[in-house]
């Protein structure tokens, strides 16, 4: 397997915008694989036809790429400013995976992150001078 760049949940213009700007493959991954196990997508990417654009929500799934290609490739499709894209890579694990139920995991970490995002943010409006009354 070797490297390349999984799309979910993009249009037809975005998916060609970002083969312009990404340095690896780009393949997009059509609804009927939502079944399949995710290393069975990696091989057949090349051979997949189809639209990406059946899911609600965009993914950017990287398989086999370095630390420097990865930023590189985050960087690009943030560059295009295509809404919020929820980025990963393949793992060991993730690849023994139903492309469906990584979907939903990589969903749900999405909601954990930005709620503790959203908390961090909401305790630091609130630093500042004040009486602690609860502590002594």
Excluded at 57 to 68: L, P, Q, S, T, Y
Excluded at 91 to 119: C, G, H, I, P
């Amino acid at each position: 397997m070797s490297r390349k760049v999984l799309l979910v949940g993009f249009l037809p213009d975005e998916v060609e915008r970002l083969r312009e700007v990404l340095s690896v493959p780009v393949f997009e991954v059509p609804g009927y694989c939502r079944d399949w196990v995710v290393s069975e997508v990696v091989d057949k990417a090349e051979g997949l036809s189809g639209s990406s654009y059946w899911h609600l929500r965009k993914f950017v799934i990287m398989h086999d790429v370095g630390n420097e290609t990865l930023k590189e490739v985050i960087r690009s499709v943030k560059s295009l400013n295509l809404g919020r894209v929820i980025f990963a890579t393949t793992t060991e694990t993730s690849l023994t995976w139903k492309l469906e139920d990584l979907l939903n995991e990589l969903m749900a970490e999405d909601e954990y992150f930005k709620a503790a995002r959203w908390a961090r943010e909401e305790a630091e409006k609130r630093k500042g001078p004040f009486l602690d009354i609860g502590k002594g």
